[in-house]
């Protein structure tokens, strides 16, 4: 027999504010490490782009 779907609670004033501030803790995580990535690449560019002072760049064999 196929179950029937069951109702869920009422939802309650506490319920809905918890709800509220999980999500804006949440967004405001996924912000800030959005920033966090868009800064780190522009620094890693900001290091490529520049060229090295002294030896010029080689390649080292790998390790493994």
Do not use: D, F, Y
Request: glycine share 4%; hydrophobic share 20%; net charge positive.
């Amino acid at each position: 027999m196929p179950k029937t779907p069951k109702s869920s609670p009422p939802k309650t004033a506490e319920t809905k504010a918890h709800r509220a501030r999980r999500r804006r803790l949440l967004h405001t995580l996924r912000l800030t490490v959005q920033k966090e990535k868009s800064e780190r690449s522009e620094r890693h560019a900001g290091v490529r782009q520049e060229p090295r002072a002294g030896k010029p760049r080689t390649r080292r064999a790998s390790r493994r």
